[in-house]
Nanobody, 129 residues
Framework: VQLQASGGGLVQSGGSLRLSCVLS????????VGWFRQAPGKEREGVSC????????YYSDSVKGRFTISKDKTKKTVYLQMNSLKPEDTAVYLC???????????????????????WGLGTQVTVSS
């Protein structure tokens, strides 16, 4: 399984970017994909996640209302539309995937980053003030 994140860049505060995460070696069937970010000197933070089993989406409080996660199963791609970007959104954004095992009881996206076994390399997002 491989994940390739792209779409990062330099944008002014208030601007928008759309990140893409393309999966290979696996379909999106019963796979949850999460977006995480890591800024210098800070811990990795879960940003958003989407489950295939019930199409549930999750967002951190810091991005709720500004970011939207979506997927195109035919392209095996998960997107993160980021609007109203702020300087504090500056980070490397990574996507990760995990199968939605039955014992996760439909709560895959709520179980933390440690259950995600496949990670992409990340894409840099820089928001200038």
């Amino acid at each position: 399984v491989q994940l390739q994140a792209s779409g990062g860049g330099l944008v002014q505060s208030g601007g928008s970017l759309r990140l893409s995460c393309v999966l290979s070696g696996i379909s999106l069937d019963y796979v949850a994909v999460g977006w995480f970010r890591q800024a210098p000197g800070k811990e990795r933070e879960g940003v958003s996640c989407i489950q295939d089993s019930d199409d549930s989406t999750y967002y951190s409080d810091s991005v709720k209302g500004r970011f939207t996660i979506s997927k195109d199963k035919t392209k095996k791609t998960v997107y993160l539309q980021m609007n109203s970007l702020k300087p504090e959104d500056t980070a490397v954004y990574l996507c990760a995937a995990t199968r939605e095992y039955t014992y996760y009881d439909g709560r895959t996206c709520t179980l933390g980053s440690s259950i995600f076994g496949s990670w992409g390399l990340g894409t840099q997002v820089t928001v200038s003030s």
